[in-house]
């Protein structure tokens, strides 16, 4: 029996929509526009199942990227997919978005023995959500939040011959560590929903499934909303 997944990533600026099949990637869309998630979702899933001659009758489960990530984001993308659980009466599953990042990057590049990869989401300033996995793709370091400075990786570096960073949080370190080649900064490395094919259908298989009712997608961090600073005039 083929199991067909709609994958969905809205955790950065991407929004991004995949379509795989017993783990094989059928067709993905990545759409590269600022606050796009809420207008384009939708149709980006309409386009998808256009395009592979699909239903969404055909579909025999969801899978969203949990998070970390923007917290808009997040949330229209969990929605979207817990919506259309609902509706389908399908199963939701939910892929940790750091994973899908590294074993994008993994299947892309492959590993390097003694060397540690860290695939990398932009927090705010010199903050990034992070994990560490090691040349035989076992998690080193779970998912945290973490302030990057030139001294971060010496204890890591003293286990591993080189660091490989990637993902949107790691473009801005370039400059930061430009004096040395133990520290690789693969730049413009994007999320992907096609990165949860594989993930996605061996929790399928496994029947790791999410309440619908209550998932909630994984923040990591508290959302705080800052008010404007407003100039305010003599009457």
């Given at each position: 029996m083929n199991n067909l997944i709609l994958q969905i990533d809205t955790s950065t600026t991407i929004c991004?929509?995949?379509?795989?099949?017993?783990?094989?990637?059928?067709?993905?869309?990545?759409?590269?526009?600022?606050?796009?998630?809420?207008?384009?979702?939708?149709?980006l899933i309409a386009e998808i199942l256009k395009q592979t001659n699909r239903a969404m009758q055909d579909l025999s489960a969801v899978a969203v990227s949990m998070g970390p990530g923007s917290y808009t984001g997040l949330r229209i993308g969990v929605s979207t997919a817990k919506g259309l659980c609902y509706a389908l009466d399908i199963?939701?599953?939910?892929?940790?978005?750091l994973e899908?990042?590294?074993?994008?990057?993994?299947?892309?590049?492959?590993?390097?023995?003694?060397?540690?990869?860290?695939?990398?989401?932009?927090?705010?300033?010199?903050?990034?959500?992070?994990?560490?996995?090691?040349?035989?793709?076992?998690?080193?370091?779970?998912?945290?939040?973490?302030?990057?400075?030139?001294?971060?990786?010496?204890?890591?570096?003293?286990?591993?011959n080189r660091v490989h960073l990637f993902g949107s949080g790691a473009d801005k370190f370039e400059d930061l560590f430009s004096s040395t080649d133990r520290v690789d900064i693969l730049r413009s490395f994007q999320v992907s929903a096609a990165f949860l094919s594989q993930l996605a259908f061996d929790?399928?298989?496994?029947?790791?499934?999410?309440?619908?009712?209550?998932?909630?997608?994984?923040?990591?961090?508290?959302?705080?909303v800052t008010t404007a600073k407003k100039k305010v005039g003599l009457l």
């Open positions: 991004s929509v995949a379509l795989s099949e017993n783990g094989e990637t059928l067709a993905v869309i990545d759409f590269d526009e600022p606050n796009a998630h809420a207008a384009k979702l939708t149709i199963p939701l599953i939910a892929i940790n978005t899908a990042l590294f074993l994008g990057y993994k299947e892309q590049f492959g590993l390097n023995e003694q060397e540690a990869y860290l695939p990398m989401l932009d927090a705010r300033r010199m903050e990034v959500y992070t994990a560490v996995y090691d040349h035989n793709a076992a998690l080193v370091k779970a998912t945290s939040a973490e302030i990057i400075d030139v001294d971060y990786f010496n204890e890591l570096l003293s286990s591993y929790k399928f298989q496994k029947k790791q499934f999410e309440d619908v009712a209550y998932f909630e997608p994984f923040y990591l961090k508290d959302f705080v």
